[in-house]
């Protein structure tokens, strides 16, 4: 396939996987764009592989998930080095590591946490929790900072990037706690769960809703704080691709802060973002973008989990 044949595929992907970023992807300068739909698509085919999903839809057990883990990190290294695999969304994964110098480990920090979810783990601690929002959607972005242009060894505004991954996932997370429980996944760590006297395995039962909330706002709550520090990472980038970034930040944030203001009842109908409630965030990080040199270049929060290093 020609690189042209490569983005098409790949912009199809994002339409039908994530409304949400298809739409903040569309206030990318067009090179930036289009390297940010090839990423996504390698994304999106490895996380379908493994969890039997399409484009991100009817989640179903996969007879051996560690085999298709070790076929997404086979072709992920063909990918990596250069080598055509004939799967378009790890071709277009090529495409954007030879463009923009993608450094391999991030990448395989991704695979890695594909493994974790095929080896049916759950986080014990709470950074346990973090360790898997890294390696889910920290890597992912930190990747994206590297597509916008941000130098590999700009490490402070690729941890603004990893902040930002963090965030969403967290949302993710608070989101999808019932979603989850269906298909016997937890990643509401066991030392919280334990803290509220909710039994393991039993958090989704009605007499344990209103300590469900309570941690269902916890994890909003750290999401704020890592989407507050993404948010001076994206002064630093030029004006479209920080308008990009605060518009996710903004509408993916919601998600966050509705899951905390429904309390009980945030898992009787999926959270989403209306279309005006993007159109919104759009017009607003357009000013913000515009604005940036007026955030504030406060210091990372060492209090903040990190990402490892090298």
Excluded at 9 to 37: M, Q, Y
Excluded at 59 to 85: I, K, N, Q, S, Y
Excluded at 107 to 116: E, K, N, S, T, V
Excluded at 274 to 300: D, F, M, N, V
Aim: glycine share 6%.
């Amino acid at each position: 396939m020609t690189r042209a044949d490569l983005v098409a595929a790949a912009h199809e992907s994002i339409a039908k996987g994530s409304k949400s970023f298809a739409a903040a992807s569309t206030l990318f300068a067009p090179d930036v764009r289009e390297r940010a739909w090839l990423l996504y698509a390698w994304c999106r085919r490895c996380d379908d592989m493994v969890d039997g999903q399409d484009h991100g839809h009817g989640m179903t057990r996969v007879a051996d998930p560690m085999a298709r883990v070790e076929e997404a990190r086979a072709l992920t290294l063909a990918a990596l080095a250069g080598r055509t695999t004939g799967d378009p969304a790890f071709d277009a994964l090529g495409v954007v590591a030879a463009e923009c110098a993608l450094p391999p480990r991030f990448a395989i920090d991704l695979i890695d946490g594909f493994r974790l979810d095929a080896q049916e783990w759950q986080p014990r601690s709470e950074a346990d929790l973090y360790r898997y929002c890294y390696h889910v959607a920290g890597a992912v972005g930190c990747m994206m900072a590297i597509v916008m242009g941000v130098p590999a060894e700009d490490e402070d505004t690729l941890d603004r990037a990893c902040d930002l991954g963090l965030a969403f996932q967290l949302a993710n997370i608070a989101r999808d706690v019932e979603e989850d429980d269906r298909v016997g996944r937890c990643y509401l760590p066991h030392e919280w769960l334990a803290e509220m006297d909710v039994p393991p395995g039993q958090h989704m039962k009605p007499p344990f809703r209103d300590r469900l909330v309570v941690l269902a706002r916890r994890l909003a709550a750290r999401a704020a704080l890592h989407e507050a520090s993404a948010r001076v990472g994206a002064k630093r980038l030029d004006r479209r691709s920080a308008w990009a970034v605060l518009a996710a930040a903004g509408i993916y944030g919601d998600i966050a802060r509705q899951v905390a203001a429904r309390g009980a009842h945030a898992w009787d109908h999926r959270v989403t973002t209306s279309k005006a409630a993007k159109l919104a965030w759009i017009a607003r990080a357009a000013t913000q973008a515009a604005r940036r040199g007026a955030i504030a270049e406060t210091p990372r929060d060492p209090a903040l989990w990190t990402r490892p290093r090298g």
